[in-house]
């Protein structure tokens, strides 16, 4: 771990790679240091994936995105990071700022032409069970 899920609007499929924001959005978790300059997640472990919503309900329906002179197609997109415990308050913050940003330019034209909601959260531990089976780490952890 760490996971970052992003749930989505399915009609963004038509509008951005979603592939690019998850490359774009592991690389920035792979740059977030710690207060000691350290790596906050290990390469092996970071994961980014997008599920697109096929349906959907966002607001009031569009009445006041056409009022706005908008088209009324609300977009959403959820991004949820699931890391476990032991990153200082400062750092957690440190991450969600570098993912927003992230987040932001990626959209910024997407919100230029309609009306989108972003939502970030980042879930901490605890752990009721945490099992992994991997052979990426050793790909990364080499001396």
Same mark, same amino acid.
């Given at each position: 771990?760490?996971?970052?899920?992003?749930?989505?609007?399915?009609?963004?499929?038509?509008?951005?790679?979603?592939? #690019?924001?998850?490359?774009?959005?592991?690389?920035?978790?792979?740059?977030? !240091?710690?207060?000691?300059? !350290?790596?906050?997640?290990?390469?092996?472990?970071?994961?980014?994936? #997008?599920?697109?919503?096929?349906?959907?309900?966002?607001?009031?329906?569009?009445?006041?995105?056409?009022?706005?002179?908008?088209?009324?197609?609300?977009?959403?997109?959820?991004?949820?990071?699931?890391?476990?415990?032991?990153?200082?308050? +400062?750092?957690?913050?440190?991450?969600?700022?570098?993912?927003?940003?992230? +987040?932001? #330019?990626?959209? +910024?034209?997407?919100?230029?032409?309609?009306?989108?909601?972003?939502?970030?959260?980042?879930?901490?531990?605890?752990?009721?069970?945490? #099992? !992994?089976?991997?052979?990426?780490?050793?790909?990364?952890? !080499?001396?």
């Amino acid at each position: 771990m760490p996971h970052l899920v992003i749930l989505y609007t399915g009609q963004l499929d038509h509008e951005v790679s979603m592939t #690019a924001l998850c490359r774009q959005l592991a690389d920035a978790m792979l740059t977030v !240091k710690d207060e000691e300059a !350290k790596p906050v997640f290990p390469t092996g472990g970071t994961r980014v994936l #997008a599920y697109p919503a096929p349906h959907y309900a966002v607001a009031d329906g569009g009445a006041a995105g056409r009022e706005a002179g908008g088209t009324g197609d609300y977009a959403f997109v959820y991004l949820n990071v699931r890391m476990g415990r032991g990153r200082s308050e +400062a750092t957690q913050q440190r991450i969600g700022q570098t993912l927003l940003e992230v +987040a932001n #330019a990626f959209f +910024a034209p997407v919100m230029a032409q309609r009306h989108i909601g972003i939502t970030l959260q980042i879930d901490v531990g605890p752990e009721v069970f945490d #099992a !992994k089976l991997s052979n990426l780490h050793p790909l990364f952890n !080499k001396v």
